[in-house]
């Protein structure tokens, strides 16, 4: 690969600012250039007129009057659930699992089902702009390999773990395994996977989680197992993803049933390694800075605080929590315990692919929180969970999320004359006098407005996928 000038409008946040530090970072150049070094990573950033001379004669490609976003990062989607986007199924998560999720993850036992959907997961996480994931895993190790394959030969990257159930409802009994192979076969996952692509944790762009459904769908012994599967492969950069918090409808919601199943003070203690009566230590923790927490609507204070302690970050799934009716994340508590928060659609349970829907759906929930509590999120904010939160989520800000010098180039092509409305709305909408208000203003027209037809290119270390 040669060396490449790409421009357009760039927006990005420089260094590795806090989320509530995001507009401070925030960088917008119109008539900005990158270049992408012949390692795939980003050579400069800048004014189109300033591009350094040893980089003036290499091929451009002019995107102008579009945009230069970093890759969306989506911390959090489910690939057995690609077919199940917009199942009706009557009632809030417990019953949509029960009618709409675990018949259609079941369909995954079928090699042919598998390795379409990882050709069609494959296809919207391109179209959508999504460069990096953490993926929540099928039950079915044929699936994940299907998975992986797919996304090796695509070129994205990757995080992701088969879906481990140990118990729960007989609907999802296709999805169980007994105790011990619950282990064994997430143990042959990482062998198998984890930086399969490079042999170097540094350099893969395929990388292996320790993936419990959540809680309810496993047992004490489930965990125990985890914890020391965990302990053992710590070191080699694996992950550990799953769901906390979030549905608590009285009675029947995940919460209440957690905890009374568990007996304990808080569901994030289960995945603290305190998941016996009482919160009493039965192993070790499953928390740390490759941790993910999807949801985490419904926090004690502790459970904030225990998260950003330990460097476990949360994916805020706002679209997922309005489709079920789980409630809204409290934005400004969250951001205020020092949690580390990124984005995620988690489809099926969200019914939109695209991180600028979710990123928009943060900002209509958050403005629309009780009292005090309602906030207007600054679209630097929105473009912080979307992007480089995402990349701190999942451990790799050292590596993209943003257009600092040295990092590897992920970035989107927005081209707003693919959507009218967004096009529209950028050419002709009012802006502030001031210039700073003028920017924000841009970008938050342009988050708000993408939709998939807008996303014109999607480039994983400089190359472009298709
Ligand atoms: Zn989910």
Redesign the pocket.
Known sequence: MVSRIHLGHVFHLAGAPLVTDAANALVSIPDGALVIGDDGRIAFCGERAGIPSQYQSAPTSDHRPGYLLPGFVDT???FP?TYAGDSYGGGQLLEWLTLCIYPSESRFADENVAAQAAIEFCNRRIAAGTTAAMV?GSAFPHAQDALFTETQRRGLRIVSGRGIQTTGPAAAARLFTSEEDAIRLTREEIDKWHAADTGDVKSARLHVAIVPRFSLAVTTQTLKGLGELYDSVRDRGVYFHT?LN?NNRPGTGEVDATKERYQVNSYLDTYDGKFLPGSAVGGSSLLGRRSIM??SVHCQDVELERMAETGTSISH?PI?QQFLGSGTMPWLRTVASGVNISA?T?FG?GDEWLIPQVIGAAFKVHISEPGAAGVSMHPAEMLFIGTLGGARALDMEDRFGNFDVGKEADFVVIDPSRTPALQAALTYGARSDDAVMARDQTLFALLMGIRETSIAETYVQGRRLQ
């Open positions: 959090h989607v489910h659930q929540f769901h979030e999807a949801h799934c997922s995620g988690d349970g």
